[in-house]
């Protein structure tokens, strides 16, 4: 009963934020839509904080289950899909995702958005198609892209520039991908990158001997 309360009191404050914003998230207002006593959110959250940071970490988990890896989708492709599903979140959760970025929550839901960020990279690295480290290539994806939704959010609705997003993802992709095709851009450091992502699959050498090339590789690009 209580997690049904508290899941209750959190899609509740979930509204308040979105419609109001956080100012409009009061323990009293909360109470008031939620047909329940102030006491009651005291007892479950702590305090307002404390049920925004549970909303935070329902926000965090609702996007992080929209992510989906298609093994046979094409990787650049893939990848594409991760960062139109980025900014989507953040138009349609304005409130939410700026609470979302200030919280920079260290937690379970937060991991695994991470990984499936880093596999799609690493697929396209696979593929022959990254000029970048994954590293890089995922910090400059998560920069661009909450930039842009940040951008974004902060322009009146009907003065926003339609077209940032694209601009911003063709920026990106000219900076940590190749050609169409592996064969159109031949040189050490993208030839590095692809045999680094492919170290966990070279088991004719040891653990100690991967970690050995990965580290000469890595100083490559």
Request: proline share 5%.
């Amino acid at each position: 009963m209580s997690d049904d309360r508290r899941a209750n009191l959190i899609d509740v404050a979930a509204r308040l934020l979105a419609t109001g914003g956080p100012e409009a998230v009061t323990t009293r207002s909360v109470a008031l839509a939620a047909g329940v006593q102030a006491p009651t959110i005291y007892r479950l959250f702590g305090d307002k904080n404390g049920l925004l940071d549970a909303v935070v970490e329902h926000g965090f988990a609702t996007y992080v289950g929209q992510k989906h890896l298609d093994p046979a989708a094409d990787p650049v492709d893939s990848l594409r899909a991760g960062w139109e599903l980025h900014i989507g979140f953040g138009l349609a959760n304005p409130a939410l995702f700026r609470l979302m970025h200030a919280a920079l929550k260290t937690s379970a839901d937060v991991a695994a958005g991470e990984e499936i960020l880093r596999e799609r990279i690493r697929r396209v690295a696979r593929a022959g198609r990254l000029r970048v480290s994954e590293r890089r290539a995922a910090n400059l994806i998560h920069a661009a892209g909450t930039g842009v939704v940040l951008t974004l959010i902060d322009q009146p609705e009907d003065q926003r520039d339609d077209g940032l997003a694209d601009a911003a993802w063709q920026s990106v992709t000219a900076v940590i991908l190749t050609g169409r095709r592996p064969t159109d851009e031949t040189g050490p450091a993208a030839a590095a990158v692809t045999l680094r992502a492919a170290l966990p699959d070279l088991t004719e050498f040891t653990p100690a001997e991967r970690q050995l090339l990965g580290e000469w590789l890595s100083r490559i690009n």
